[in-house]
């Protein structure tokens, strides 16, 4: 079985940082790709994030220039470093590893932004 487990949520005012972290942990046999999604209330899930293996990022168009992912292998752990945090970022973000067995999801960490 694989975990992910998320931290680094919280409150922040507009125009502020934080920095989500996502650990995978079990039988992992190898990660293809990680990265984060994210819910606002009453919207559907979207891709904000993700890096690959071979360390190429994709970005969601509204976070380009504000958000950097990255990741450590070793640690099997990948980063979201959010800056100029806007009011419409707020949501819950969930990290996922895709592997040979599967997607894996991690519990959410709720992030809100406020004015």
């Known amino acids: 079985q694989v975990q992910l487990v998320e931290s680094g949520g919280g409150l922040v005012q507009a125009g502020g940082s934080l920095r989500l972290s996502c650990a995978a942990s079990g039988r992992i046999l190898s990660i293809g790709s990680m990265g984060w999604y994210r819910q606002a209330p009453g919207k559907k899930r979207e891709l904000v994030a993700a890096?690959?293996?071979?360390?190429?990022?994709n970005y969601a168009d509204s976070v380009k220039g504000r958000f950097t992912i990255s990741k450590d292998n070793a640690k099997n752990t990948v980063y979201l470093q959010m800056n100029s945090l806007k009011l419409e970022d707020t949501a819950v973000y969930y990290c996922?590893?895709?592997?040979?067995?599967?997607?894996?999801w991690g519990q959410g960490t709720q992030v809100t932004v406020s004015s």
């Open positions: 890096i690959s293996s071979a360390d190429s990022t």
């Open positions: 996922y590893g895709r592997m040979p067995r599967g997607d894996y």
